[in-house]
């Protein structure tokens, strides 16, 4: 069965840190184009970070201004799970978070998990 599966989402205090993870399933991970996506409320899907190869090399990542210095996409290939370490976490934080997983450049279609609310408040 090919899927994804989020989890580790809660609720937290601003300034604090939390983990998400993208168990994947029926692919590896190292093949896709794998994205980390959030929904604040009243605003539309935005992508937080992203974590690929190129012809150049493998694991490279890119992130959201919004995001960028606190937020870390890493990947444990063993597992088969991307995690998002999100550190510093603000109210504006807020949203329910998706794992996403391109996998048209391997002739596959594009994955998306069901979601985990983050809520970052005090």
């Known amino acids: 069965q090919v899927q994804l599966v989020e989890s580790g989402g809660g609720l937290v205090q601003p300034g604090e840190s939390l983990r998400l993870s993208c168990a994947a399933s029926?692919?590896?991970?190292?093949?896709?184009?794998m994205r980390w996506y959030r929904q604040i409320s009243g605003k539309e899907r935005e992508l937080v970070a992203s974590i690929t190869w190129t012809t150049w090399a493998d694991g490279v990542t890119n992130y959201a201004d919004s995001v960028k210095g606190r937020f870390t996409i890493f990947r444990d290939i063993d597992k088969n799970t991307v995690y998002l370490q999100m550190s510093s976490l603000k109210p504006e934080d807020t949203a329910v978070y998706f794992c996403n997983a391109d996998r048209r450049r391997q002739g596959g279609n594009i994955l998306w998990g069901q979601g985990t609310q983050v809520t970052v408040s005090s």
């Open positions: 029926g692919f590896s991970i190292r093949d896709a184009v």
